[in-house]
């Protein structure tokens, strides 16, 4: 560890681990739930916006146009399974466990683990938090479309300068 990890009072993370996007390329932590945008296995224009809330464990999964998933009635459809997968890849299963409050006990603790362990809720979630996930991920798209540059970014300066100008 580096003299200013020891010396930073912000914890530091490792970085997210390299991860496939084309199944979920949206998945975080924050609000409250597990939440990210999931591919459509069937429709390549349609995605879906899914979560799982921490403590509750309740779930949701709708598309981007608000309709229902069809298959989320009783337990999680392949789209949360798919997010939970994808976090665990991105985030490690002990802080996905930790953030969503899921004690799978002295098992070993692995996306299938943590599936198994929330899954006998089958309480359905509030799907209002489908817009504001979907507006998020879609402000991470536009990144994409801005041309290589080496100059700051106005809106990604969220920290101040550390070379003070005297």
């Known amino acids: 560890m580096s003299a200013w990890e020891r010396s930073s009072t912000a914890r530091v993370l490792p970085p997210a681990r390299p991860r496939k996007l084309a199944k979920v390329p949206f998945v975080e932590l924050a609000d409250g739930r597990l939440q990210g945008v999931v591919s459509s296995g069937s429709d390549i224009g349609r995605v879906y916006v899914s979560s799982v809330a921490a403590g509750t464990h309740a779930f949701a999964c709708s598309t981007n146009n608000n309709r229902p998933c ?51 809720r089958h309480q359905s979630g509030d799907t209002a938090a489908a817009a504001p996930v979907f507006s998020r991920f879609l402000r991470h798209l536009a990144y994409l479309e801005l041309a290589p540059t080496t100059a700051p970014l106005p809106e990604m300066q969220w920290f101040p300068s550390t070379r003070a100008v005297a």
């Open 70 to 120: 069809g298959g989320a009635r009783y337990s999680f459809c392949n789209h949360v399974r798919a997010l939970i997968n994808e976090a665990v890849v991105q985030y490690g299963a002990e802080r996905v466990a930790r953030y969503l409050k899921v004690d799978v006990g002295d098992e070993a603790v692995t996306a299938i683990a943590l599936a198994a362990t929330m899954d006998g």
